[in-house]
């Protein structure tokens, strides 16, 4: 099985079956191996994800209600896990970055809803927070734009009560020279979210093409992980969990078309190329604090870190994921 990861959780075991089938049949043993358009085609797909998020501000634009309704499906209703992950009616895995917002905001309130079913869906790398931070950062992102203040600045001020969130946002802003000048033509947006025990935060400078082509030139990551024993390994999480991340926001799309995944291989479900990769900077901070995990937790913030950076350079949102040129390109 290798480095299947989460792919090896399903709870059919339809390609462990598989190969039983075959080496049943042919009477010794097989090794079965899926071709990509088969992995494309048959595999589980991280469940789509739809929040609908409404904010208020006061006179003097303070962040003061918050209203979060996520419609995603479950992968752990009507399985094993169901009895310790769904709470009250609630898969913690929908809500997870959502309902336990770092930011003091007065009035919060959270709401899941169900999907139905369809689409066989399971984990993906940092599971719910891949689209949970998506959604929060970039609409908290707004709602600090709609009061005319600093998104650095405004973070900053509402993670009072969470520092481990604000040394790693101080650290990423700082290291990546946030408020300074950047070149003709490119903007600097930022996010930061905890999973896993861990406190990422992320800046990103990008620009936009007349025909709606991203190009992320750099990205600045801190990270709090608790004590750490090889920064190294840590780095490099830092920068693969990135190099997903923006592949993710950037390329992937399944889509459908009389029942069946239309993409096949890499033609037409692309990944982030060698000439496509920014500078990365992965920043480890010191820490005596509970030990927290380095494997996902880059993911999180890099697409809204990435959406905030192109509305500082072109004025238009990304409400939706991946990003499409159709929405960036010029009138």
């Given at each position: 099985?290798?480095?299947?990861?989460?792919?090896?959780?399903?709870?059919?075991?339809?390609?462990?079956r598989e190969a039983a089938q075959i080496s049943k049949s042919v009477k010794a043993p097989v090794k079965v191996v899926w071709t990509r358009e088969d992995d494309i085609r048959g595999g589980y797909?991280?469940?789509?994800?739809?929040?609908?998020?409404?904010?208020?501000?006061?006179?003097?634009?303070?962040?003061?209600?918050?209203?979060?309704?996520?419609?995603?499906?479950?992968?752990?209703?009507?399985?094993?896990?169901?009895?310790?992950?769904?709470?009250d009616g609630v898969d913690e895995t929908a809500?997870?970055?959502?309902?336990?917002?770092?930011?003091?905001?007065?009035?919060?309130?959270?709401?899941?809803?169900?999907?139905?079913?369809?689409?066989?869906?399971?984990?993906w790398r940092s599971v719910g927070h891949s689209h949970s931070a998506f959604a929060v950062e970039s609409f908290l992102d707004e709602l600090i734009h709609a009061a005319g203040k600093d998104p650095y600045e405004v973070r900053r001020a509402l993670l009072a009560k969470h520092p481990r969130h604000r040394v790693v946002l101080e650290l990423a802003a700082g290291k990546a020279g946030w408020g300074k000048p950047l070149p003709a033509g490119r903007g600097r947006g930022l996010a930061v979210h905890e999973s896993f025990g861990s406190f990422v935060a992320q800046v990103a400078e990008v620009s936009v093409s007349k025909?709606?082509?991203?190009?992320?030139?750099?990205?600045?990551?801190?990270?709090?992980?608790g004590p750490t024993?090889?920064?190294?390994?840590?780095r490099a999480q830092m920068e693969s969990g990135i190099v997903f991340g923006l592949t993710a926001a950037l390329y992937g799309e399944i889509t459908f078309e009389n029942g069946r995944v239309k993409q096949r291989n890499f033609h037409d479900y692309p990944m982030l190329r060698m000439n496509e990769m920014p500078v990365v900077e992965a920043h480890v901070v010191p820490s005596t604090d509970k030990m927290g995990g380095v494997g996902e937790t880059a993911v999180p913030p890099i697409a809204p870190a990435v959406a905030n950076a192109i509305f500082a350079v072109t004025g238009k949102r990304i409400r939706r994921l991946p990003i499409r040129a159709e929405d960036l390109r010029s009138a």
């Open positions: 099985m290798g480095g299947g990861f989460g792919r090896r959780a399903v709870f059919d075991c339809h390609f462990v797909y991280r469940p789509a994800a739809y929040h609908s998020i409404s904010g208020g501000l006061d006179a003097t634009g303070n962040i003061v209600a918050w209203q979060q309704r996520i419609v995603c499906q479950s992968f752990m209703v009507g399985t094993p896990f169901e009895g310790f992950v769904v709470k809500v997870e970055g959502a309902k336990d917002l770092p930011y003091d905001i007065p009035n919060l309130f959270v709401d899941w809803q169900k999907a139905p079913g369809g689409v066989p869906v399971l984990w025909e709606g082509k991203v190009r992320v030139h750099r990205v600045v990551c801190a990270i709090d992980c024993v090889n920064p190294d390994t840590i």
